[in-house]
């Protein structure tokens, strides 16, 4: 086999961020990406976890990005343009939020029927808009309740920064 030969991603794309890409993990979920993040594991466990699932491994470590074929081995600290660099590299990297799996945990979402007594409801929850019909989903896995609200805004508005200027495929 050619040490030149680049695998191929598995359909559908998985992910898988190490530990130093928390943020970057979030925002791949945002996009509705499969996206594993471990955090306490040595190299070597990283990459044999990365081959078993069949995911992409995100990294900024060099040493690590070696043990992992087809690991995308980022150079940017920062979060807009390390999202940049890997639509840059995956030009059919979805470049809308969808906001359809848990940033957290990475569960799908699913619609959460809104209780009628708002003694039932998240204290945060903006209680006009959820009566005006604003749509509330959860993450039955670690229980949290997600709205479309100012973090949405700020999240579209850091995907939009990161993708600007790319030409789509
Ligand atoms: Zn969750």
């Known amino acids: 086999m050619s040490g030149e030969a680049r695998p191929?991603?598995?359909?559908?794309?998985?992910?898988?961020?190490?530990?130093?890409l928390g943020r970057l993990a979030r925002y791949l979920r945002f996009l509705g990406e499969d996206t594993s993040y471990v955090r306490g594991?040595?190299?070597?466990?990283?990459?044999?976890?990365?081959?078993e699932e069949r995911r992409i491994l995100v990294t900024r470590d060099r040493a690590l990005a070696r043990r992992?074929?087809?690991?995308?081995l980022l150079t940017s600290g920062h979060l807009p343009n390390q999202l940049r660099e890997?639509?840059?590299?995956?030009?059919d990297l979805p470049r809308t939020v969808r906001f359809d799996r848990c940033?957290?945990?990475?569960?799908l979402l699913e619609r959460w029927p809104v209780p009628?007594?708002?003694?039932?409801?998240?204290?945060?929850?903006p209680k006009s808009r959820v009566l005006a019909g604003l749509d509330v989903w959860?993450?039955?896995?670690?229980?949290?309740?997600?709205?479309?609200?100012s973090h949405a805004t700020r999240i579209r508005s850091v995907v939009a920064q990161a993708?600007?200027?790319i030409p789509t495929p």
Do not use: H, I
């Open 116 to 125: 009628a007594s708002s003694d039932a409801w998240p204290a945060e929850l």
């Open 163 to 165: 993708a600007g200027g």
């Open 8 to 20: 191929v991603a598995p359909a559908p794309r998985r992910w898988l961020a190490d530990e130093m």
């Open 41 to 51: 594991l040595d190299d070597r466990e990283v990459a044999r976890l990365a081959e």
């Open 86 to 91: 890997l639509f840059l590299a995956f030009p």
């Open 103 to 107: 940033p957290e945990c990475n569960a």
């Open 68 to 72: 992992a074929r087809g690991a995308k």
């Open 138 to 149: 959860a993450c039955t896995p670690c229980s949290r309740r997600y709205w479309d609200g």
